[in-house]
T-cell receptor, first 112, second 116 residues
């Protein structure tokens, strides 16, 4: 079993829809959770960062962490074609220079 | 956000030659940088952890003599692919930890390597 599971998709939705992206994990030691967006042939771009359980909102993006269920989500409201990319969840155990454990990434396409 | 720069963004080299990729943290000091490899439509695979002033820590299955990593300063780490072969063609990405509260990690733009 992988430490972090993420549905690779592809996921295709119409413009304006609410998108829900999810990851589950098995190691309860994970404390820091991140979502990255990666456009084709580019490096990952940090979108959201959360610590422990709870919600965090930034514009059209909301990140949720439920540590009791070992489940994290990223919601995108009013999705735009420019949101089409691969979204990677990542997590790490402790603060500091720790390597990230990534999900497989979900390929998302927003159709005009 | 913090900026991590990679150079070159793409490179083509002949089989058997070596190629060097640079990773720089532009507005912060990074005692630790990470090197990843990514094949098309796949997630990032951590190759090694680069520590300033000491030897890199390689992940299992990564040949340390083939993928030489040097972290000579707090803002620069280099990855050298030695005696490159076509199967080494891939997207190589570095990342760096800002060391600030929050453990945020930023990635470079990536470097496409094609070995012909």
């Amino acid at each position: 079993q992988k430490e972090v599971e993420q549905d690779p998709g592809p996921l295709s939705v119409p413009e304006g829809a609410i998108v829900s992206l999810n990851c589950t994990y098995s190691n309860s030691a994970f404390q820091y959770f991140m979502w990255y967006r990666q456009y084709s042939r580019k490096g990952p771009e940090l979108l959201m960062y959360t610590y422990s359980s709870g919600n965090k909102e930034d514009g059209r993006f909301t990140a949720q962490v439920d540590k009791s269920s070992k489940y994290i989500s990223l919601f995108i409201r009013d999705s735009q074609p420019s949101d089409s990319a691969t979204y990677l969840c990542a997590m790490t155990k402790i603060q500091g220079a720790q390597k990230l454990v990534f999900g497989q990434g979900t390929r998302l396409t927003i159709n005009p | 956000g913090a900026v991590v720069s990679q150079h070159p963004s793409w490179v083509i080299c002949k089989s058997g030659t070596s190629v060097k990729i640079e990773c720089r943290s532009l507005d912060f000091q990074a005692t630790t940088m990470f090197w990843y490899r990514q094949f098309p439509k796949q997630s990032l695979m951590l190759m090694a952890t680069s520590n300033e002033g000491s030897k890199a820590t390689y992940e299992q299955g990564v040949e340390k003599d083939k993928f030489l990593i040097n972290h000579a300063s707090l803002t620069l780490s280099t990855l050298t692919v030695t005696s490159a072969h076509p199967e080494d063609s891939s997207f190589y990405i570095c990342s760096a930890n800002t060391g600030q509260l929050g453990n945020t990690i930023y990635f470079g733009e990536g470097s496409w390597l094609t070995v012909v």
